[in-house]
Structures are given as C-alpha cells and as structure tokens.
C-alpha cells in the first residue's frame, strides 16, 4: 500500500475513533433482529472469518447484521467456562500465529483487549530413553538441544529454518492476494473485460516477480516441498528420528493424512507462516483463551455498527435477481441483497442453497470434496502440572517443558505413521500422536491457583469406526482412557491428575460446530484443494454461482487457521439488483495498493480493489483520489 493510502486510511480509523461512542452504540449484539429491516449485508456464521468480514464492511459504511446459530460467538475460537466448573477451555483451536498482522492493526485488536503471551521454549518432545527435546525461538537453545541428537542436525537447522522463511516471503503473497476469477463475464462491456485481464496480468506479472527473486534453486526446493511427503523434505534435512518426529507433527496437524501422503509437506510450510509478535512461526496463547479473538473482533464489528444476533440458525438462503433474503429455523426472513456465507462450503451450498439452483458441475465439486478428518480435541483440567520423568527437577510453576506445545507418542516418523494407517483402516490409533499445550501456564485466569487447563489435541481417529460408534459413552471414554494413559508412560500420574475433561470428536465438531466432517479447515488443504482449486475450480475469488452469494470462511482461499485473510480478501461485490450503496468493494491485499471503481453501465456500480485494507472512506490509485464511497452512494440515494 502506498503511504499516501495508508494515511488516509489511518485519517479514517481516527474519525471513527473521534465517532467511537456514537459507532458503538449504532452496533449491538442481542437475540433479535430490528423487523423488517433491510441490511446492505447479511453474514452467516459470527464465527471469526464472519466477524472480521462484518467488520470491514461495517467501517464502510454497510449496514451489516451477523447471524449466529449458537449462543456464543467465535465459532471454533471460543472460550467456554461451563465444561469444568471454575475451568475456561479454548474448546477447538488453542493457539494463534496465522492472524495476519495488517488485520490486527486495522480492527486495533490490541485495543479491543486481545492480549497474546508467546511461547518459549515452544516445542517439548520427552523420549521414554530418558532424553528430550526442546526447541524454540532461541536459536543458541536449539543448536544445544538438537547437539544431544546429532551435531549434523543442529548445524543444518538453522538452514532449514532460512530456506522455509524464504518460501514464506512467496506465499505471502499468494495468501494476501485473491485469486485471480477464471470465469469470464461476457455481458461486461469490452472496457471492462480489457480492465479484468490487466488486473489478472497484473497478479500474475507480481507472482512472476516473486518467483524470480528466489531464484530457480530455491524454486526447486519450493516445488520439492510442496509436492512431496513431509518424510522425504525431513529426511533430507536431518537424520535425527526425535527431531524429524517433531518437525513432521506440523505436516500432519488437523489432516487425515500421514507423514508419507504425497503433498503433506504444504501442510508443514502452512503452519509455520505466522508472524506472532514480528516473529516468523512462532505461536502464542491468548489470555482468556481463543474466545478473547473473537471478543475483540466482534467488539471492532460492534464498534463499526454490525447488529450480531445469537441463537440465530440460518435453514435456507434465498439469492435472486430482484431481491435476497435469508430464512432462519425459526421462521424469521432477513432481508439483504448480499449474503457471505462463514459456514463449510458443503453446508452452505448443500444444505443451505435451494438444489435447483447450482449446476451440476459446481455442486458435484462441492460434494465429492475431502472434509475427512482425524482430529479430537479433549480438553482437561488437572489438579496438578504434570511432572516428565525425563525433567527431575520441576518447578511448582512449570519449567520450559511446560511452556510450549508438549509432542507425545512422536519420537520417529513411523510411529506418526502406524497411527495414521490404523485410522486409515477404520481404527482409533492404538497409540495417538497428541500435542499437549498447559496454557494455565502462563495465563493465569483460566483455572483455580495450582490447578491447570490442558489441551489434547489428538490423531489419529476416524470419522466412522469400523467398529463401535463414537455415540457410544463407552468408546469414548475408553479412547479419552487411552490417551491419558498413553501420557502416563512420559509423566506418570497424570491420569490420577484428572478432575473432569470434555472430548470433541470428528462428529461431535461437525455437530456443535457446523465442521462437515469434523474437519476443522472447512476441506482438505492438499494441493488440489488450494488456491485457484478452493472450494471449487472456476469459483475461488469467492464468489459463487448464486448472485449475492459469497464464501469468507476457511473454506475459501487461503484456507484454514485462524488466519482470517478469508474474509479480509472477500470480495463483497455488491451490484446491480444487489446494490444499496452502490458499490462493488473487494477488501482486497496486497497488489500494489491500487483500487478500481469502474464507470457506471446499465444504471449499475461496480469496482475492483486489490489494495490490502481498502474499505476506507475513499478510494486511491497509487497516490492519487478517484473516488469515494460518500460521492457513489449520494448519486445512488438521489437516484432512487
């Protein structure tokens, strides 16, 4: 973004700021929707993708309503304090790195209360031989403690490290720009299909830009690790098993895959851009729990003037050519000519979108996509910190074992990989891969003086046993046994420990959480499913094949984490039949500053922004005004 456009968007962060009693109080949060109110924009789901979209809207000057189907925002980042009494869960997602950092400066979630506490050492890995492994951001730590593996390792660590942040520089790129549409609109005027292939020219010309400055080695290796397994990226890396069994968790968190599944090695790479505190894969807890992220952003919405409504579940959305509406379960119509979808593609265009309405193609695409998971949360709360046997002297208050994420049943590959294969099968892993994290550790407001929070987040458990039902209390308490017991043979007592735990299994997360599949991406992120291929080729700007139908969740480009560009990038064109303001916005990020507002035809707006964060008063090209939402809405207003 140029400094003249970023001056002008902190110039109207500042008048909202000036404004910020009377902005808040235009936004409310309630169980009930003003009637017969027409908003400019409906988002289904408050989860935080929603929230953030809502958000960017609102500070446009939309009137935009949130419709939550549960009685709490946040969807899977939410704190809840009733599982465990005097205990707060981050019930799904547990720790933050992805958030981009031009997001958080935008909402000003700091002064919203969000509050992060980095990790470090971030990475513990006990060995039942006695030995350990801890890793983090210091690099003097890591060459000491990879040194007891192999001397060869810790040398080529720091190599490996570089060579990733280097791939990262090019996909920020790719993660901060939407894709660029493959359809043509061939009703647009000749002007406008020429400014459409100069804006595709323009992305691909900048990708082409980046992948030269890696130059063709690197451009080998980058093609290398996306293609291949995380086994073979490691394997030529290291030879240390504890070293690579750590390092390869990332390849395989959240998928139903293994450490040999072609492709795993994106995964790896995915989880590692972060940019917590300016520091490059670091992940940090949130005070209060991952609810406090979606307190803050939904307290930025509100401030914005976004009206949220809870215990709202949307049944059907309803997208003409003249008007658009939603329906909600309790028989409820909310009217809006635009609706941005937070929910999995499938339910949005499965359950929720009329089956008459999509072509085949689209929504065979949609069905026959990859939500297979593997993944169970159980959330514990103990009694006392667990104590490593291969850790003799602990501190009461924890020691840098107990700081970052805990690998358990992860000292070789293989031992990744058995698990996988018995899931694959139909089988919960006899011996699951958990990454266990003590956030109590560090923030002290989730549990009672001397007792602790636990995240388990655990693999490998299939969707559909072969055997048995996860509907059954006895397979799930004999799994969740299973697990604690596991931990035992690395801390003993910690099963003794336990005072009261609740466990998320695949459909228990597609139940409570609207997760189709339990998958806690919204789909697959392997290759296939990335991109331009996300949800669907032909349909991963966002846009759908229902006019005033868009995707922000995970389910979109860039995918999932709680990254939240999804909603960032979504292009909420609003146009035509659609329009009540009168323009078409796409909060767009990270080509080269500029935005677009076309000239008017057919008594319609529409524009094309791809400068990151555009959703200002007024709208630049490089250094230079040429229009502003106040001016298109006045001509719209006076039109009728």
Known sequence: MSPAARRLLLAGATRRRCLSTDAASSGSASSQLPRGKRWDAVVIGGGHNGLVAAAYLARAGRSVAVLERRGVLGGAAVSESDLVPGFRFSRCSYLLSLLRPAILRDLELERHGLKLLPRSPSSFTPCLDGRYLLLGPDAKLNYSEISKFSKKDANAYPRYEGQLEKFCKLMDFV??????????????????????????????????????????????????????????????????????ATLATDAVIGTMAGVNTPGSGYVLLHHVMGETGGQRGVWAYVQGGMGSVSSA??????????????????????????????????????????????????????????????????????????????????????????????????????????????????????????????????????????????????????????????????????????????????????????????????????????????????????????????????????????????????????????????????????????????????????????AVTGVRATCGSGQNGRAHVRRKRRGMWSGKGVAPRCLFKQWVCGDRLIASFSSVQDEIQAGG
């Open 175 to 244: 993660i901060d720009s939407a894709p660029p549409e493959l359809r043509q609109d061939f009703h647009a005027s000749m002007v406008d299909r020429m400014k459409d292939r100069v804006d595709k020219s323009a992305f691909w010309g900048n990708l082409l830009r980046h992948v030269m400055q890696q130059g063709q080695k690197n451009m080998v290796e980058f093609f290398d690790l996306l293609l291949s397994p995380a086994s073979k990226i490691l394997n030529c890396w290291f030879e240390s098993e504890v070293l690579k």
């Open 297 to 578: 952003i939904s307290k930025a919405a509100l401030e914005a003037g976004v009206q949220i409504v809870t215990n709202a579940e949307v049944s059907q959305v309803m997208v003409n050519e003249t008007t658009g509406k939603v329906a909600l379960a309790d028989g409820t119509e909310v009217h809006s000519p635009v609706v941005l979808s937070n929910a999995t593609p499938y339910k949005t265009f499965v359950d929720l979108v009329p089956v008459n309405v999509l072509p085949e193609d689209f929504l065979s695409a949609i069905k026959t996509a990859d939500y297979s998971s593997a993944t169970t949360k159980i959330n514990v709360a103990v009694d006392r910190l667990p104590q490593f046997h291969c850790c003799k002297d602990m501190s009461p208050e924890g020691g840098p074992e107990h700081m970052g994420t805990i690998h358990i049943g992860s000292e070789s590959m293989e031992e990744i990989d058995v698990a996988y294969r018995e899931a694959a099968g139909g089988v919960s892993s006899k011996r699951p891969v958990i990454e266990m994290t003590i956030p109590s550790v560090l923030d002290k407001t989730i549990s009672p003086p001397g007792q602790h929070v636990i995240n388990l987040f655990v693999q490998y458990t299939p969707y559909k046993l072969s055997e048995g039902s996860w509907q059954d209390s006895n397979v799930r308490k004999s799994f969740a046994e299973r697990c604690f017991s596991l931990i035992d043979e690395y801390a003993p007592g910690f099963s003794s420990s336990v005072v009261g735990y609740d466990m998320l299994t695949p459909p228990d997360l597609e139940r409570e959480f609207g997760l189709t599949g339990g998958n806690i991406f919204h789909g697959a992120m392997g290759l296939d499913s990335l991109f331009l291929m996300r949800p669907a080729k032909g349909w991963s700007d966002y846009r759908t094949p229902v006019k005033g139908l868009y995707l922000c969740g995970s389910g979109a480009h860039p995918g999932g984490g709680v990254m939240v560009t999804n909603a960032q990038s979504c292009p909420l064109a609003i146009s035509g039949p659609e």
